[in-house]
């Protein structure tokens, strides 16, 4: 019946036969009770002690809000969860890629010859991701870009744009964070692919080199 105090097997180990019910193996809900959602009956379990899962109820007027939905919400899921792998997280909305360009662009004075121009490339490389987000949020990333850097230059914290106004603000007082192995792995990802492009590119010129001989 609905709405009653039950005690329901909640346990996530395995129980193949009612004899082998012991009381150990029973959880406690605190409310049982069944709900109708369209042509469908659910049954709902709720305010269980120490629940070692969960199910999340998605609805959605059409099939494609519903996967949206559904994607944002693991999404959100997955980056919970790598910040609580991590121990940590970074300053978000773009403060990461600026600061290394910061960071970049004051490197590129100690190196010399054509690796001057790759240090030059990987920096102004970092800059599309708060690009990508000022063109997302309708601001012109041009002047968001400007805006960014300089007040960069004036703080010595984490600069990051704010997707409502276009202006730069301080995500780490805002709460806007990215997960650490996200951006660790697209700073190796990125790294790679490139330097297998330019290794592609080596190999297509020698062989047109070849071709002439």
């Not at 009653?4 to 193996?25: C, K, Q, Y």
């Not at 959602?37 to 959605?60: A, M, R």
């Not at 944002?72 to 300053?91: E, F, Q, S, W």
Request: net charge negative; aromatic share 6%; glycine share 8%.
């Amino acid at each position: 019946s609905s709405g009653i105090n039950a005690e329901w097997p909640l346990r996530p180990g395995a129980v193949n036969s009612f004899d082998d019910i012991t009381p150990e193996s029973l959880g406690h809900a605190g409310l049982f009770y069944e709900h109708v959602l369209g042509d469908d009956k659910y049954s709902f379990i709720e305010e269980c002690d120490n629940p070692q899962s969960v199910t999340i109820l998605i609805k959605g007027p059409n099939k494609h809000t519903i996967t949206q939905i559904k994607d944002a919400v693991r999404d959100g899921l997955r980056a919970v969860k790598n910040a609580i792998d991590d121990g940590r997280v970074v300053a978000g909305a773009g403060a990461f890629e600026v600061a290394i360009y910061q960071a970049l662009q004051e490197f590129k004075t100690e190196v010399k010859g054509k690796a001057r121009l790759g240090v030059e490339a990987f920096a102004e490389a970092m800059l599309i991701i708060p690009k990508c987000l000022a063109q997302n949020a309708g601001h012109d990333a041009q002047d968001c870009l400007v805006r960014l850097l300089q007040e960069y230059k004036g703080t010595d914290k984490p600069v990051g744009l704010d997707l409502v106004s276009g202006e730069a603000m301080l995500p780490m007082e805002a709460g806007v964070f990215d997960n650490y192995c996200v951006k660790k792995q697209l700073l190796n990802s990125c790294t790679v692919i490139s330097s297998n492009l330019l290794i592609v590119d080596e190999v297509m010129r020698a062989g047109m080199s070849s071709l002439k001989g």
